[in-house]
């Protein structure tokens, strides 16, 4: 059975950090990317980070470069989002995602919540 559990999320003040966890089960870990999304109220799941299986090679867009990280460990089956400057505007659903050529998974999500 296949699943990505994320932990982590919660309620931080602006200009705080988190750290994200997704612990993953049920596939080889190790032949996925891994990536992290996040939704918004109203608005599309966004790309957050994205962490290649092989290589361990990291693509984030520019609008959390330099503030987030994505980094994974292979041995515990866990991809991990550090992310730091923490803005409201961060305020979301944060989801696990793993892809293949073939197979696709998801998490269920842990709330992030920026706010003083």
């Known amino acids: 059975q296949v699943q990505l559990v994320e932990s982590g999320g919660g309620l931080v003040q602006p200009g705080g950090s988190l750290r994200l966890s997704c612990a993953a089960s049920?596939?080889?870990?190790?032949?996925?990317?891994m990536s992290w999304y996040r939704q918004a109220p109203g608005k599309a799941r966004e790309l957050l980070a994205g962490?290649?299986?092989?290589?361990?090679?990291?693509n984030l867009p520019d609008s959390v470069k330099g503030r987030f990280t994505i980094s994974r460990d292979n041995g515990k089956n866990t991809v991990y989002l550090q992310m730091n400057s923490l803005k409201p505007e961060d305020t979301a659903v944060y989801y696990c995602?793993?892809?293949?050529?073939?197979?696709?998974?998801w998490g269920k999500g842990t709330l992030v919540t920026v706010s003083s």
């Open positions: 995602n793993a892809a293949s050529a073939l197979m696709e998974y």
């Open positions: 049920g596939f080889t870990f190790s032949s996925y990317t």
């Open positions: 962490i290649t299986s092989n290589d361990g090679r990291t």
